[in-house]
């Protein structure tokens, strides 16, 4: 088992940075590659960024490419999001989640094993 917590979320004006933290605790947190997905109100949970279990690969939503960087930290048990250059349609519940596959970076729902609760972040215009 491998629990996640998130946090950093808030309110934030268009242009400004957020980081989000996900913190890992259980099994052994190289062992999974981490990502972060984002659920706006009324639609679908959607991948944002990913990092593999080294951090020498990462993946990114066009969405948010450029303006995103993942990295982690294996001996902190930690992920972290670094959010810039905020717009409010990045305002959404952020998801940090957990995957055994530790290669690659796998950006479906259904791939990812371990979930946490999720942090709000609210970009104002």
């Known amino acids: 088992q491998v629990q996640l917590v998130e946090s950093g979320g808030g309110l934030v004006q268009a242009g400004g940075s957020l980081r989000l933290s996900c913190a890992a605790s259980?099994?052994?947190?190289?062992?999974?590659?981490v990502d972060w997905f984002r659920q706006a109100p009324g639609k679908e949970r959607e991948f944002v960024a990913g990092i593999n279990w080294s951090g020498a690969r990462t993946y990114y939503a066009d969405t948010v490419k450029g303006r995103f960087t993942i990295s982690r930290d294996n001996a902190k048990s930690t992920a972290y999001l670094q959010m810039s250059s905020l717009k409010p349609e990045d305002t959404a519940v952020y998801y940090c989640?957990?995957?055994?596959?530790?290669?690659?970076?796998?950006?479906?729902?259904?791939?990812?094993?371990?979930w946490g609760r999720g942090t709000l972040v609210t970009v104002s215009s």
């Open positions: 259980g099994r052994t947190f190289s062992g999974y590659t």
């Open positions: 989640a957990a995957d055994r596959e530790t290669q690659v970076v796998r950006t479906a729902r259904d791939n990812m094993d371990y």
